[in-house]
């Protein structure tokens, strides 16, 4: 079926509107899904992308758009990764060799990119509020339009959701809610809303009480009843019919009118259903069950690795044991890799260990400790709120618990970070994987944590620059437990991973770990003393690379510091250096200026004020991220973008050190 | 029943443990509860508190300690305000008369305070996540102890309530969830889930089919039926009983074993409830319904005033008209009143604004704005996330939203702000009440909003310096409406309120409006211009008040400038002020350090640097909070203490300005 040419694609060719796909009659929607299946794969097998759940809304995205009208109507896309289908049928088909690309279409959905876009997405759960919004507001204005969001199971894990759906069964307003229910999240949907949505697909139960009760009455007929037993075995069947003829009792009892499930790869089906929901001004929950990987062998065999995929083989022979094409090579340890497998061997002597992620497993890596480790294994669905409450939980009763969280996810948690880790001061540990720039764009750019962690209290603020630091992190956190501590890494191969793995085979994976001074930071360059490099993390590395070229181009040596933490600050050291009253400090991070790293340095040299008002101190200069939202690309390039790559840095630098 | 002179207390002065409690039969445990009634009226109307809520919780209380045995069990008392009886019961009884002072008892459960108190308290919705996090150590352990969570039917609308109940469905641990249901949050609770609970106490529908199937079966007596339709009339029985003989189906669905509903004033049935399912290890929900302020006549009537009160008149003759002893006085009007009719006036002549609250409605005073324009006003219970994104879907479909919130719980909502709000860019006004320094204490400080909102790209972060200037704000941000705007402003009496009551008079609620140019500060006080403080919000006045001790002290006089917003800066007046080589800026504000106001103003100073390298810059030190967690106590008291204050603020910059 998936060939390297180009698939036939004549009704495909034919839809560049919405309006045209209107014409297609349900016949031939079903060959257009076809069509854009094939076109998909081909497309991500150059670009790379969401493959399994783009695949698995094919024909709900086509059905959604024979019915409604959009841009007028609002089609709020949960998470927005599961838009590509959309995105070809809006106007954008031409451009998917740019997928994910910088300056290319947007992964997720996005309202700059095209008028069909109602709302930004990129995070979990926010598609019910946004529709509950819009239709107060169209309400409001006493407008006409439809307003649709469409949402995983796994999405209806996340607390926000809940909210929505809670505060529309108070407010009734119309608003289409379409469950797509392919039984998972990114990792395994779980929670009891997942298993009672499984239930529903299993029993009916009222067509069970239904068969019985017309089997009664069938004998009954024989049986010359007086009629007001008649009539209450009418009644008894009217409310039981009016109660329980649904499988989503659930919503219903919360106000949300429940239809469904229905087979969301059949066109028709899905186009019969919307239709009968479409114009009803009470909320409607449509359940539609779907497959992830609809389609692609491979993709439905194992959707998770297939959630989101690198640019693969694409062979007329692909099979199911098809691999992505970088499974060939040995493959580079990312950041997320040495943070598993530093959990993993220091869980081995650490038996109160335990991990939690909220839906994130295999992004993280975390997928490896849950098979070494089950039963000290958490994935609690996609509710970051709870993970961060839950793991202060078990830390007050004397577990290890370490998060393992995306730096843009624990946003979701901030709350609970400070309310429940930080006030009681428990020894939770974070793993703040993709710290910093990411391919995904701006909704998924880690780059507020640690402006927010350094203003919580009792927190350490920690990020390494390589994969042994990174290791040893891990172990000197575990071991030292005292207060909640935050690692964060970025989202890229890892540092010395190559060092790391000769240091693990010759001493063992426990002899290998060694204690890392937390709040020291390292001057790994002296330089000239006088022009100071204050790097942070990530910056660590890049900024060791300019260093030849701002010898060599501008003749300056500066000073290359490793700050371990950006909280607390080494403060010794600091004072040395802030004491250099001519010396020139530069601080870097990959993360908003605002009360970032730099910012930090800054605070703790205005506070030396106060203790000697009459000394002179060194200047202090950040380099940090622009204040803006960071676009899609590739990390390297995003980091030339905003002046933390090795090139823009010498540039900056080299005259600034040098100005006078 | 209440009488000025201290009740008797035989029983109570009995208990002076948990232990002698559980001595008591349930017959003197109801004498116990009236005695702790009285107590509890006799000790608020002293020190003021949360009196209706604990009224509500008195038997729940002694119940929970007569079947539990803390410290060993776990209570979480989910946001921890109705834990007075369980402080009574647990050796705290001889400090009510310090009640939320400063050093005295805490409004909140404190394990600092008892090792009865198991985790800290004071957000809504996180007692079930500790619980599942609490019962997954105690089972890593093997341990024997039981674990209860405390949630009322407000706190249960919270995202992370239900992201909680959902996972401890799926992992089926023992937890027992205590269900305190008022039928109310702080303000009127609202959602499904609360319509759904209500539906719960007015029809048990098994109830009715099950009589009515008692009917059909005595008059099918006579109708000599053969035995196959016996048998499946009975299946239906059953079946019906096994899947509908619950009230709470909802959260049978969800995983989680319902009982009830109980009377939460029936000593006996609680207790008897309790021993029910203390030893089951899977979860288990009892819904247990309670009044609010039950047993004192004012608060039971209404217990939305009576949720949390000043000291109050206590007289024999107190009736249901009785008011708090505040109320007789002509009412200073409060920074939330001033917001509140600033909203109401803008309101008439902009059609489109719509108020927010996640059940803050009393607290903010929004209730007022409620009466005016009810149908421009939502609450959305306890749900501070979807509140934020509701209220950016309204904003992309053309209405004003405005979400007033305290600034403790916009950090739930932290996401929800940059994901939804920044990244569109959308108008969204937020008015935030409590900014700064409370007397609730650590839990609820509201000290880390400029931090993290000025971290923010697309925002503007603004602070009045008194009620004119915050009705100002109002007013410009919604004409403007350009992007999201935060205007912070603290918990106390508003400066120069009277000044605006008389301007409101002399012109009227509109022209009495004018614009406010946002980005621009003011110089208060020119001062010699080398000693140069920069005062954000509530800290402008403080400063002015400190100008004359300074002056009168130390001989200093400094600039004053009034800084509107902490996002932008008003670049202009501050490189000016920057360029003064010679110059010591001085920042205040009341947040804490990291990433405040201050941190912004050096940011900015830095990056200068590198526009002219060789420029000195005058030298810039930050005044703001200890980087640690605050405890209660009255505001003034407060800021005292940190350093805030008319005379610390002397004492610490006399000397600063005149050292050199």
Redesign the interface.
């Known amino acids: 079926m998936y060939t390297l040419a180009k698939p036939t694609t004549t009704f495909l060719d034919a839809v560049l509107t919405p309006g045209e796909l209107k014409k297609l009659s349900c016949d031939e929607l079903a060959h257009l899904a076809a069509e854009i299946r094939q076109e998909i794969v081909h497309a991500l097998a150059k670009t790379g992308g969401h493959l399994a759940s783009n695949l698995g809304v094919v024909e709900i995205t086509i059905a959604l758009h024979k019915v409604f009208e959009t841009p007028r109507d ?1 089609i709020l896309w949960d998470v927005g990764h599961q838009a590509y289908v959309h995105k070809m049928l809006t106007g954008r088909r031409h451009r998917f060799d740019t997928l994910r690309q910088f300056k290319g279409l947007n992964g997720f959905v996005s ?1 700059s990119e095209s008028e069909h876009d ?3 997405a ?2 979990s759960s ?1 598609s019910i ?6 239709a ?3 309400d ?2 006493g407008e006409d339009r439809k307003v649709v969001a469409v949402i995983g199971d796994g999405g209806l ?14 407010i009734q307003k119309g608003v289409v809610i379409i469950l797509n229910d392919n039984e998972m999240s990114i990792s395994e949907n ?7 949505m499984k ?1 529903i697909k299993e029993t009916f ?1 009222y067509k ?2 239904k068969q ?2 017309d ?2 009455e069938e ?2 007929d024989e ?4 009629p ?2 008649w009539q ?2 009418e ?2 069947k009217k ?2 019919k009016d ?2 003829d649904t499988p989503g ?2 919503f219903e ?4 009118n429940y239809s469904g499930p229905i087979d969301g790869h059949d066109v028709k089906a899905v186009v019969q259903a919307l239709e009968a929901v479409k114009d009803k001004t009470t909320p409607q929950l449509l359940h539609i069950i779907t497959q992830k990987g609809k389609g692609y062998g491979p993709a439905e065999a194992d959707s998770i690795k297939y959630h989101g995929v690198p640019a693969f083989a694409l062979e007329p022979a692909l099979t199911e044991k098809s691999e992505p094409v970088t499974a060939g090579k040995p493959k580079a340890k990312t950041y997320s890799d040495v943070f598993t497998e530093a959990l993993i061997d220091v869980a081995a002597f650490e038996p ?1 260990l ?1 991990a939690i992620t909220p839906a994130t497993a295999e992004g993280s890596g975390l997928v490896k400790f849950s098979k070494v480790y089950p039963e ?1 294994f ?1 994935d ?2 996609i ?1 970051e ?2 993970a961060v ?11 290890k ?1 370490v998060v393992s969280i995306y730096s843009t ?1 624990l ?2 948690a ?3 970070v ?3 880790v ?3 001061n428990l020894p939770v540990l974070f793993g703040i994987d993709r710290g910093g720039l990411v391919e995904d764009g ?2 998924h750019q880690g780059v ?1 944590d640690i ?2 962690l ?5 927190f350490t603020v920690l990020a390494p620059r390589d994969a042994v630091e990174l290791r040893n992190m891990v172990f000197t956190a575990v071991k030292e437990g005292a207060g909640p501590v935050a690692i964060r890494f970025p989202r890229d191969k890892a540092v010395s991973a190559s060092e790391l793995e000769q240091l693990k085979e010759r001493l063992g994976p426990v002899k290998s770990f060694s204690p890392v001074p937390c709040c020291k930071w390292e001057v790994l360059e002296p330089g000239d003393g006088k022009n100071i490099i204050l790097a942070y993390g990530s910056m660590v590395e890049i900024a060791r690379r300019a260093l030849p070229a701002m010898a060599g181009e501008y003749g300056v040596s500066p000073m290359l510091v490793y700050a371990r933490s950006a ?1 607390p600050m080494d403060e010794n050291l600091l004072k040395d250096l802030l004491g250099r009253s001519q010396a ?1 400090i530069v601080t870097l991070e990959e993360g ?5 790293f ?3 340095v ?2 703790f040299a ?2 030396l ?2 203790q000697d ?2 000394r002179r ?1 060194a ?4 380099i940090a991220l622009p ?3 960071i676009e899609h690309g590739a990390r390297p390039i995003l980091l030339d973008m905003v002046g933390l790559s090795e090139a823009a840095l010498t540039r ?1 630098l080299g ?2 050190f040098t ?2």
Chains 1, 2 share one sequence.
């Open positions: 609002h309202p109602a709302f930004v990129g995070h926010t509020s946004l529709a509950v919004g819009m107060l507001a169209r409001h204005f894990t996340g607390g926000m959701a809940l909210e929505a759906i809670n505060h529309l069964g108070h779980l929670g009891g809303i997942s298993q009672y239930r139960f069970d009480i019985k009760i089997f009664i004998h009954l049986a010359r009843l007086n007001a037993v209450l075995i009644m008894v409310e039981a109660r329980f009792i659930v009892k919360l106000g949300i109160d335990v000290r958490f609690v669905a509710c709120q709870h409450t839950m793991a202060a939980g078990m830390a007050k009763c004397g577990l618990p996810f946003q979701r901030m709350d609970q400070i309310h429940d930080a006030i009681m701006e909704t507020y402006s927010y350094r203003a919580i209290p009792n909280k020139r908003v200026m605002a009360g970032g730099g910012a930090g800054m605070e205005s506070q004020r106060f008002p009459c101190l200047d202090v200069s950040v204040d803006q939202f900056k005259p600034f100005a006078c």
